[in-house]
Structures are given as C-alpha cells and as structure tokens.
C-alpha cells in the first residue's frame, strides 16, 4: 500500500483560508502547483471581511520593518522586502478595486473589504478548497502530510500552517497554529493579546470618568511612542494610540500620555506671560476637550488663574502632562484583541522561504509567526509577504 493510499495528493496543503494562506495558495497555483486550502470557517477570509471597519486597510505604504514586533526583528526584512506593498497595490489595480489613502499611509478599499477576498479567491485559480472542515489529525511520515478534515482525507510533501492567531475567537479564531507547531518541534515566543483596549482598576478615576471622549495625544510603552488620538472607554482606554501602545505593553508595567505634544518646554509659562488671567481649564482646553482639560485641572489642582500658580507648580504640571502615568489593570484579551503578539519562533524558520529548519516541507506564515506589525495595514502586508514567500518555495 503507498504511503498516502485513501489520502487524495496535492503538492501543497495550506491550513486556513484566511489573509497569509489564500496569497500562500494563490502565488503556488500560478505556478502550476496542486493546491488544496483547509478551512473549518465555511467562508473563507473572514478577518478581512471584518478588517478596517468593513472596508480593509489592505497595507500601508510606509511598511518596513521597523514597523513590526518580534524577537528577531531581522526576520520580517526579506519577506516584507520581496513583495511589497506596492505589489500589492498592483494586484487591486489589476482586479479594478477603488482604493484611496486614509491617512499615515493606511490603503482601505473604497467599497468592500469583500472585494479583497473575491480578488484572492479569483487569484487562487484552481486551488482547491475543504471549506467548513474542521480538522481532525495533522500527521508526518516518509516524506509526507496527512491531514484529516472534514469528511476528506490529504496528504502532500509540503504543508503550510496558515491559520492565524487566537484573536476574535468568535469569527473561528483559534491557537491551532501553536499547539501544531509545538506537535512538530517548533518554539513559540509566548503570545499575548496586542492592538487591543486596556482596562483600567478603581484607582484609575481620572479616566474612567471620561468615557466617550477622544484625545490627540502620544501614548508611551517603554520606548515605543504612538502620536494618535485615544479614546476613554467605560472600562479603560482604546483609540489608536492606546492600541499601538498596548502591543509593546507588559502586564504590570506602566503606559504614559503625553498631553502636551510638541508644544516647546515651559509652555505652561509661557501662556502664563501672555495670559495671566486665564484659567489652567481654559488653558488646557486649548489642548485636549474640554471635559478632559476639567478633568485634568481638577487633578493638578493649580490655582485659580495662571497668574494665582507659582512658576514652579506650573513646571510641575508641564511635567505632569508630558508624562501621566499610570499602570492598566489588564487588557480586553484575545476577545477584543485585533492581533496577537509572539508566536511561532522565528529561529526555527527560514527567512526566505518561511520553511521550518528541522522538518522540509512545513511551513508557517502570517499572523501565527512571531511577526506583529503596528496598526494601519502592517499585519495584512505581512500576511501577503510570508504567504508569497511560502508559495514560491512550496
Ligand atoms: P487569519 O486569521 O486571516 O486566517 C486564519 C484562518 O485560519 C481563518 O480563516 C480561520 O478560520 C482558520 N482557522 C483558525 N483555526 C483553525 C482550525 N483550528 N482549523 C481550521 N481552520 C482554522 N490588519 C491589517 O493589516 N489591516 C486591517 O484593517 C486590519 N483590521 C483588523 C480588524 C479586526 C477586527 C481584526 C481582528 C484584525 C484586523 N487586522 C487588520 C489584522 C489581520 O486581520 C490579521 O493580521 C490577518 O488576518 C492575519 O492573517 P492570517 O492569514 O495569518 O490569519
């Protein structure tokens, strides 16, 4: 009996239909390979079909891999820098997909994220797909892949884990990925949430007070900085900052707002000199709502006037707005949570071809590896870059 009897034979099984296995399973059937796409979603693509509010912020124009989290942040270059965003531009240009720049170089479509994964399902070409099957067993054995899924049962030389991280379990988000990699050898860099709200204990009054109002303002984890709006929230902070700002933060560790921005030192005196009667809430009105500014005065407690502060409580105030801290009780988690940070270790992986070092043939892209870009398009692109450079080598 041959090896893979029973089994039907593809030269490349892909795991998960998502962004990073269907660009993986479209680039290998161009070139004339036998494709098979495992998904236990009935639909493929369902993060990008909920991704950028509807309308999927496809890639950013600014990718590089400054722009990315993880261990070994080589490991992102030469992926990221043979498929770029550019060529990714060039395929919605070809599929005729309106598009337009948000802003900080975020590409959304102009109509429907849906229009994305109907591009990548028309790329797939004669891909097959298992859709709706969940997997049962994932084995490895004189050369081969077997997969059982669904009602069918696959074997192929190359098999490619493409199936996401665990945020958003409830559109079919799960940690497979981690435990198949674990079940052949590979490491994982311990995941967490990232992009994701954080909550805020009793202690935090100042904040929890606010919610509903939005603020430009610079989020600070450790050494990271984001300059974007954040958002008060009933149970902590969201908005663009904060989520950039969470994917660099630990549990129990703090996170800073500056509030002032780049407004030159000793600015707080020198609004003192050119408007002595002003109030400190009139005064940082100018810089954040007002319900904020009322909030923050409260907590600075300055006099009555500029005039009524000492200079040396106004200094004391600057430095304060420059740098609120304060340590978040925790995170919104995998619930809320747009990506996950970590994942599968990047030292077991070839750079070039995303292929496991010990095991030919296995193969890990997209958000499973241990690659995280920032907000604004930098996840999707590395989805398209790994799923390419994997299609090419499978
Ligand atoms: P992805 O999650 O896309 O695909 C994994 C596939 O595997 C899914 O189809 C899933 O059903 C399947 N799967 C999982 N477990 C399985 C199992 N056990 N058996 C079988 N199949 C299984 N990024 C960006 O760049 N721009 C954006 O606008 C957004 N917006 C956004 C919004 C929201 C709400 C979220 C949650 C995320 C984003 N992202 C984003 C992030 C982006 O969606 C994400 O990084 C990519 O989809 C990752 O692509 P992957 O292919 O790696 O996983």
Redesign the pocket.
């Known amino acids: 009996m041959s090896p893979a009897a029973g089994h039907d034979r593809f030269d490349a099984i892909v ?8 660009f993986c399973a479209a680039t290998a059937a161009a070139r004339g390979r036998r494709v098979l796409v ?4 009935v639909e ?5 079909v ?3 509010g509807g309308r ?5 124009i600014h990718t590089a891999p400054d722009r990315f989290l993880s261990a070994n942040p080589h490991f992102a270059k030469s992926a990221l820098g043979r498929y770029t965003p550019q060529d990714f531009v060039a395929l919605v240009d070809r599929h005729g997909i309106a598009w337009h720049e948000k802003t900080l170089g975020q590409l959304f479509c102009d109509g429907s994220a849906r229009q994305i994964v109907a591009m990548l399902m028309r790329e797939c070409g004669d891909a097959r797909f298992a859709l709706g ?3 049962r067993a994932v084995e490895h054995g004189d050369g081969l892949f077997r997969v059982t ?1 669904g009602d069918g049962a696959y074997a192929a030389p190359a098999l490619v884990i ?4 665990p ?2 379990p409830k ?4 940690g ?2 981690f435990a198949l990699a674990k079940q052949f050898g590979l490491k994982l860099v311990e995941p967490r949430p990232a992009l994701v709200p954080l909550t805020l204990g009793a202690d935090e009054a100042l904040f929890r007070e606010l919610a509903g109002v939005a603020a430009p303002v610079t989020a600070m984890a450790g050494k990271a900085r984001f300059s974007e709006a954040a958002l008060f929230t009933h149970r902590g902070l969201s908005g663009p900052a904060i989520l950039q700002a969470s994917s660099y933060w630990r549990p129990g560790s703090a996170i800073a707002i500056d509030f002032v921005g780049d407004r030159p030192a000793d600015w707080l005196l020198a609004e003192k000199q050119a408007r002595p009667r002003a109030t400190p809430r009139a005064v940082l009105a100018g810089l954040v709502p007002q319900r904020l500014a009322d909030a923050l005065a409260a907590r600075l407690a300055l006099g009555e006037t500029l005039a009524a502060c000492k200079d040396a409580s106004l200094r004391a105030a600057e430095a304060r707005l420059r740098r609120w801290s304060f340590q978040p009780s925790g995170s919104e988690g995998y619930a809320k ?3 996950t940070v970590g994942g599968i270790a990047t030292a077991g992986l070839s750079s070039q071809t995303m292929a496991a070092r010990h095991l030919p043939g296995l193969y890990c ?4 590896v241990d690659v995280t ?1 920032w907000l ?8 398209w870059a790994s ?1 390419h450079a994997a299609g090419l080598a499978v």
């Open positions: 795991l998960g239909a998502g962004a990073a296995g269907l495992i998904d236990h979603n493929p693509g369902a993060k990008i909920i991704s950028g999927c912020n496809f890639t950013n099957a969940p997997i899924a493409a199936t996401g991280g945020s958003i559109i079919g988000a799960t497979f990925a949570a747009e990506v892209i997209g958000e499973c870009g604004g398009g930098y996840n999707f692109q590395w989805a799923g």
